[in-house]
Nanobody, 125 residues
Framework: VQLQASGGGLVQAGGSLRLSCVAP???????????VAWFRQAPGKERDLVAA????????HYADSVKGRFTISRNNSRKTVYLQMNSLKPDDTAVYYC????????????????WGRGTQVTVSS
């Protein structure tokens, strides 16, 4: 599955960004079988789950560090998953990756078999 992530950038602390993850080559009936997640990886650190959403958008999972600030959503007709990031902090600085799995959500990168290229998010203090 080819995934394309976009929307990263440089923002001041307290600001907002919205990331998008598109699967342009999937037919819709296949796309709706996938759980999609966002991970992030800061320099020298492991790749950690940020948020995940099931195929229908009814089940969400968030890292404790982003609860109340980030919102994951999806528009299946556009084959797109969004990550709305508000009240950004310098600790949110990382490369953000979207990933997809047919087997339901998983907390670790090993649970996902499709990955997009990352998009850099930098939050200045």
């Amino acid at each position: 599955v080819q995934l394309q992530a976009s929307g990263g950038g440089l923002v001041q602390a307290g600001g907002s960004l919205r990331l998008s993850c598109v699967a342009p080559r999937l037919i819709l009936s296949t796309y709706t079988q996938y759980t999609v997640a966002w991970f992030r990886q800061a320099p020298g650190k492991e790749r950690d789950l940020v948020a995940a959403i099931n195929w229908s958008g009814t089940d969400h999972h968030y890292a404790d560090s982003v609860k109340g600030r980030f919102t994951i959503s999806r528009n299946n007709s556009r084959k797109t998953v969004y990550l709305q990031m508000n009240s950004l902090k310098p600790d949110d600085t990382a490369v953000y990756y979207c990933a997809a799995a047919r087997t339901g959500w998983a907390p670790s990168p090993d649970g996902y078999d499709s990955w997009g290229r990352g998009t850099q998010v930098t939050v200045s203090s």
